[in-house]
T-cell receptor, first 117, second 110 residues
């Protein structure tokens, strides 16, 4: 149980295009999901908290107009990288917590590797 | 948020016990300690969590001294497949978001 999936696992796009990444909680409902970015050999950096039915909360330094987050249902959050540029190339990971389970562990998706040419 | 400090990297031979220590001098009363494991190009995976003393599960043990200013993740008899980055996090009770530090890159050598 408590599986989080991401789609696509890998995407290559041209500079200036937009890319949408989906994060799904497969067997539980998640009112809150989280989006992280990870550059090579670096740690995960929290970008934003996705709240079902309301606006996302962005961390300092993350442009909300650049990284659009939509959390339209209890099992799906999407991250759209708008007008992508090569510096947006990174590994994007989402996570969610199953509030019905004992404990506070978060379950992470497998990640999406974005390459912007 | 309590900052964590852990070694950047460690090497170990197969079959040995590995202990990774994390310091968190500013841990608050309602914070608990969580460890995650991450393989290359994968999302992190929860390993263990504790508040004080010792916690053990099928994967690892977590030792937390009385002052809670540090914690040690113990991996018994590591194998090559344990090569990964291990992150120590201090998480506030009730908080949802996680802040990752630099992690410890463990390399298991045959």
């Amino acid at each position: 149980g408590a599986v989080v999936s991401q789609h696509p696992s890998r995407v290559i796009c041209k500079s200036g295009t937009s890319v949408k990444i989906e994060c799904r909680s497969l067997d539980f409902q998640a009112t809150t999901m989280f989006w992280y970015r990870q550059f090579p050999k670096k740690s995960l950096m929290l970008m934003a908290t996705s709240n079902e039915g309301s606006k996302a909360t962005y961390e300092q330094g993350v442009e909300k107009d650049k990284f659009l987050i939509n959390h339209a249902s209890l099992t799906l959050s999407t991250l759209t990288v708008t007008s992508a540029h090569p510096e947006d190339s990174s590994f994007y990971i989402c996570s969610a917590r199953d509030v019905t389970r004992v404990g506070n562990e978060q379950f992470f998706g497998p990640g999406t590797r974005l390459t912007v040419l | 948020l309590a900052k964590t400090t852990q070694p950047i990297s460690m090497d170990s031979y197969e079959g040995q016990e590995v202990n990774i220590t994390c310091s968190h001098n500013n841990i608050a009363t309602n914070d608990y300690i969580t460890w995650y494991q991450q393989f290359p190009s994968q999302g992190p995976r929860f390993i263990i969590q504790g508040y004080k003393t010792k916690v053990t599960n099928e994967v690892a043990s977590l030792f937390i001294p009385a002052d809670r200013k540090s914690s040690t993740l113990s991996l018994p008899r590591v194998s090559l497949s344990d090569t990964a980055v291990y992150y120590c996090l201090v998480v506030q009770t009730g908080a949802n978001n996680l802040f990752f530090g630099t992690g410890t890159r463990l390399t298991v050598i045959p």
